[in-house]
Nanobody
Framework: QVQLVESGGGLVQAGGSLRLSCAAS????????MAWFRQPPGKEREFVAA???????VYADSVKGRFTLSRDNAANTMYLQMNSLKPEDTAVYHC????????????????WGQGTQVTVSS
């Protein structure tokens, strides 16, 4: 079992930055592919970014060049640095984990955090 806890969300003006963290406990963190998904108000959950156990990353087109995903396996933590934020980035951000390779599909992930709210004002 893996427990995931997100932090770092908040209210920021357009053009600003936030850094989200996802702390994992339980089984060996380094074995897991990790990802961020987000759910904007009234919309479906969507893929944001994912990182393999070795650090390879995949990003949604909407965040490429603005968001940077990283992980610290020694600290059992994943980070999402979000720069140049836009109002359309407003959503609840969830971190997720799965054994094996990265996936952009939310149903491929077995473990989920409770989410952290990110609100970007115009």
């Amino acid at each position: 079992q893996v427990q995931l806890v997100e932090s770092g969300g908040g209210l920021v003006q357009a053009g600003g930055s936030l850094r989200l963290s996802c702390a994992a406990s339980g089984r060996t963190f380094s074995r897991y592919a990790m990802a961020w998904f987000r759910q904007p108000p009234g919309k479906e959950r969507e893929f944001v970014a994912a990182i393999s156990w070795s650090g390879g990353t995949v990003y949604a087109d909407s965040v490429k060049g603005r968001f940077t995903l990283s992980r610290d396996n020694a600290a059992n933590t994943m980070y999402l640095q979000m720069n140049s934020l836009k109002p359309e980035d407003t959503a609840v951000y969830h971190c997720a984990a799965r054994e094996g390779s990265v996936s952009t599909l939310y149903h491929a992930y077995n473990y989920w955090g409770q989410g952290t709210q990110v609100t970007v004002s115009s």
